[in-house]
């Protein structure tokens, strides 16, 4: 059998299905292994009206996707396991219902509840006014636009190879008149039976003139895999936090405490070792070492890595954010100034690639401890104990 492409939504030429399931029964050619599905639905009711939710389950690992909101992962679920995290953000909001500018540039938060999501394209980091780029776009919002705005294509695709593969396949488009041009283009790869799965984006400019761009993967990870006593464990050659409040837990960064009453947030900021294939592997592990939630980022792609601490009570949003990046979170201008933006030309782009599994055994999390701290032993890292000019 050859790859089956199924195409789900494409504006341009107005093809858009509301609800649809791709199974064994539809397509035993692919796979008729009993259990894999692709189901597409539109979400209704509150603020969720017409977002529209993709559920991927390769037989063990299950995925909720929202094209409606750039193509994030909502939530996962791996066998019994729950992968995601409670936010007081209960359901998907549609972007219709999120004012960006709102609370000085905070609306964002509004509807962060994703598992996975992007911060960008144009930028990320606190919101505020850049005096450097294009005018238009000075009056930045926390996090970009990216997260908020609705995929114009959407397929999935059957790949018979190794066993089957299925990938997702999106294009977000951000634009305005005047202003920068940026298309994402994703795919959101897991194979039958995988504990794993992969997402690769491209970034392109598709206008005339020259833009900026900024990207960041807000990796967002609750209980079970985050508890007191839970571990980060990561190779890295220099760390240091951004701001008093992360340097007062930096002796503790690599811990975690339970839900915590008046906890502020702490955030990290690490320039990151890579392994022999040149991916970072980024683990949190619970207190026992049970189950670990791993992140492999390629750091020629993503060379920037944020952990950010947020262990206030659950009902608040008990949650750790592990952000492989182009870029660190800071205000657009500073990260101007150290130069992580990219710079992209007519016609320019870039790639990021990084993929997610779930350890759900001891042995599989303490293979993983070994490898890091082998990685961590060819080069000991520096750990700055206050804000360092070369990172925030």
């Not at 980024?282 to 020629?300: C, P, Q, R, T, Y």
């Not at 608040?316 to 710079?343: C, D, H, M």
């Not at 990021?352 to 060819?378: C, G, H, P, W, Y």
Request: proline share 7%; with cysteine.
């Amino acid at each position: 059998m050859k790859s089956t492409t199924v195409l789900l939504t494409d504006v341009s030429s107005q093809t858009w299905i509301e609800e649809t399931l791709i199974n064994a029964e539809s397509h035993p050619d692919f796979s008729k292994e009993l259990g894999w599905f692709i189901k597409k639905q539109q979400m209704h009711g509150g603020t969720s009206e017409g977002v529209d939710l993709i559920t991927l389950h390769n037989g063990a690992l299950t995925l909720s996707v929202l094209p409606t909101r750039g193509m994030g992962v909502w939530k996962g679920q791996y066998q019994e396991t729950p992968v995601g995290w409670d936010s007081p953000v209960k359901a998907p909001v549609n972007p219709a219902y999120i004012d960006l500018s709102e609370r000085g540039g905070l609306g964002w938060l509004s509807g962060f509840n994703e598992l996975i999501c992007r911060c960008g394209l144009i930028s990320n980091g606190p919101p505020g006014k850049d005096r450097g780029g294009n005018p238009l776009e000075s009056e930045l919002t926390l996090h970009g636009r990216i997260a908020n705005t609705p995929a114009h294509f959407v397929s999935v695709t059957l790949d018979p190879e190794d066993g089957g593969w299925i990938r997702l396949t999106g294009q977000v488009q951000e634009a305005m008149l005047f202003g920068s041009q940026l298309l994402l283009e994703t795919t959101l790869e897991t194979q039958l039976g995988s504990n794993t799965f992969r997402i690769r984006d491209r970034v392109t400019n598709p206008g005339a003139d020259n833009t900026e761009s900024e990207l960041l993967y807000h990796i967002n990870v609750g209980a079970p895999f985050l508890g007191e006593g839970a571990r980060f464990e990561m190779p890295f050659a220099e760390m240091a936090p951004r701001d008093p409040r992360a340097a007062e837990g930096v002796k503790e960064m690599n811990t975690y405490l339970g839900p915590t009453a008046g906890y502020a947030e702490q955030v990290y900021l690490f320039d990151p070792v890579a392994d022999e294939q040149g991916f970072t592997p980024a683990l949190l592990s619970s207190e026992d070492g049970g189950i670990g939630f791993l992140v492999n980022f390629k750091k020629s792609t993503l060379p920037c890595f944020t952990l950010w601490k947020n262990t206030q009570p659950e009902a608040s949003g008990y949650v750790t954010g592990l952000e492989p990046g182009i870029n660190f979170p800071n205000f657009r201008a500073e990260e101007r100034e150290q130069g992580r933006l990219k710079n992209l030309g007519p016609g320019d782009s870039y790639e990021t690639e990084f993929e997610v599994s779930i350890l759900n055994n001891s042995n599989s999390v303490d293979a993983m401890r070994q490898k890091i701290t082998k990685l961590t032993e060819q080069a000991p890292a520096v750990i700055h104990s206050d804000p360092h000019s070369k990172f925030s």
